[in-house]
Structures are given as C-alpha cells and as structure tokens.
C-alpha cells in the first residue's frame, strides 16, 4: 500500500498530534534516548525553533497527522552549520506504507534549498526499518558508538548515518550560508 497524503511545514498547532505520535517510542521502545514523553507544549516549542533554521514537516491523511518529519542542528560549533540531523516518526501502523519515504524526500529537499550540505541521522539499534529507510534514500553509514544508551533494561548502540546534500565545491570559499 502506497500511502499519499499532504505534506506540509507544522506550526505549534500539530504539536498535541506529534506528541501522540512520537508518545509509545518514548515508553515503548529504545528508538529514541528519551524517557518521558514531551507534552504538546514542549513539541510546539521544538517545532517552532526547527522551522526558524531547518524544517518540521508532517504528513495529512484525510485531515489527520500521520507522521512527522525535521531537521534540527547537528553540533553547535560554526563550522558545523552546513550539517544537520534528521528525525522521522510514523504512527503506528504506518511502517512500509511510503509514508515516511515521502516525508524525508519533502524534509531533503527543504534542507537542500536551504543550503545544508549534509545530514546525518542516529539510529538507536535494533531498528531495520529505520536502517533499510535511511540507506534506501541514500544514507551511508559513518560509524557506531557502542553501547551508548542504556533504556528498557539494556545498552543500545547507536549507527549515524550521512547523506551528502549538495556536491563539495573545490574552492577557498565557503558556501553560501544556510538560510
């Protein structure tokens, strides 16, 4: 099944409904590192200041948030800030549907026109739908820290993966910055 949907940049009124989303992988799962899920407060806040310089996108089915994806700043050191990181979260159920393939194709092709030249994800591992999602949109892997989270009674490594954006110009001049 193909999943289409309406894809857009989120405003602090999609919070309640990414908070529902993003909820279980907190409780639930070693997916993400945090432990107690963000109140709809908390993910306006994340959501606002992700579209001040990179992006937050959802997904619409029949007028429903479905999904959710952003870039957020990869380190904070200037030289850094042509990097960034991205995050996709579907609801349950959602997995293999196309959804989250065309969340990220709308989210790099945002960061691109933006002017970021790489993004990097972390994957918490195990997660072979994240790992098969990442690396089938062209992410390579660029290593693995080992046994670095430690949630739901167990270490989990995480693998980051880097996606090049834009082609590296062979000059003396940096790139334009992002916008």
């Known amino acids: 099944m193909i999943e289409e949907g309406n894809i857009r940049r989120a405003t602090a009124?999609?919070?309640?409904a990414c908070a529902a989303i993003y909820a279980p992988y907190v409780t639930d799962t070693a997916i993400t590192f945090e432990t107690d899920p963000p109140s709809p407060a908390l993910l306006a806040g994340r959501i606002e200041a992700a579209n001040r310089r990179h992006a937050w996108l959802v997904m619409e089915v029949d007028g429903a948030v479905i999904g959710y994806a952003y870039g957020t700043e990869h380190r904070s050191r200037a030289a850094y800030?042509?990097?960034?990181?991205?995050?996709?979260y579907l609801q349950a159920g959602r997995r293999?549907?196309?959804?989250?393939?065309?969340?990220?194709g709308a989210l790099l092709a945002?960061?691109?026109?933006?002017?970021f030249r790489r993004v990097l994800a972390g994957v918490a591992l195990p997660?072979?739908?994240?790992?098969g999602l990442h690396r089938s949109l062209g992410y390579r892997d660029v290593?693995?820290?080992?046994?670095?989270?430690?949630?739901?009674?167990?270490?989990?490594?995480?693998?980051?993966?880097?996606?090049?954006?834009a082609p590296?110009?062979?000059?003396?001049i940096p790139p334009a910055e992002p916008r």
């Open 110 to 115: 945002t960061l691109a026109a933006r002017g």
């Open 96 to 104: 293999r549907t196309g959804a989250g393939r065309a969340l990220y």
């Open 143 to 165: 290593g693995t820290y080992r046994r670095i989270g430690w949630k739901l009674g167990a270490w989990h490594d995480v693998t980051w993966l880097q996606l090049d954006l």
């Open 168 to 172: 590296d110009e062979d000059s003396v």
């Open 81 to 88: 800030r042509w990097a960034c990181d991205s995050s996709i």
């Open 13 to 16: 009124g999609d919070a309640a």
């Open 127 to 131: 997660n072979e739908a994240s790992m």
